[in-house]
């Protein structure tokens, strides 16, 4: 596989009622993704999130997928707010970058409904590296 340049997405924060407060760069890129050579889903856009455990998505996609949810293994995480998230992890994902395939597994949560995200296991340790250069907001991935 090879090195992918991906930019980042520059997005508007908004205050609590609605009005846009600044501006922030986040890593996000274009999937698509299947379930056990299903149906492929996408194109959808995921955070690559460092600080992320694991890769979580919302039941939605799921679903569109075709997974029963509820059959996954079931446990308990928690986000950076500290607040405990229900989730079900299933294997048997493949998620497609520019065509590059990559196998691995997704926790789905009722409990989330934002961006998928791509977190340090399931993501990044299924890739040779990932290099984030902000002066030039751009990101590489370099597949394995």
Not at 32 to 58: C, Q, R, T, W
Request: charged share 20%.
């Amino acid at each position: 596989m090879s090195q992918k340049k991906f930019y980042y997405t520059l997005l508007p924060i908004l205050d609590h009622q609605g009005n846009k407060i600044t501006e922030v760069a986040r890593p996000i890129i274009e999937i698509v993704i299947n379930y056990k050579h299903g149906e492929m889903v996408g194109p959808l856009k995921a955070l690559l999130d460092s600080g992320a455990d694991n890769n979580l998505f919302p039941v939605v996609v799921g679903s569109a997928l075709g997974i029963n949810i509820s059959k996954g293994r079931k446990f308990s995480t928690f986000g950076i707010s500290g607040q405990e998230i229900i989730v079900f992890r299933h294997y048997g994902i493949k998620i497609f970058i520019d065509g590059s395939a990559i196998a691995t597994y997704v926790d789905f949560s009722y409990d989330y409904g934002d961006i998928p995200i791509l977190g340090q296991q399931g993501f990044f340790d299924k890739v040779k590296s990932i290099k984030f250069v902000r002066p030039e907001e751009e990101f590489l991935i370099d597949l394995k």
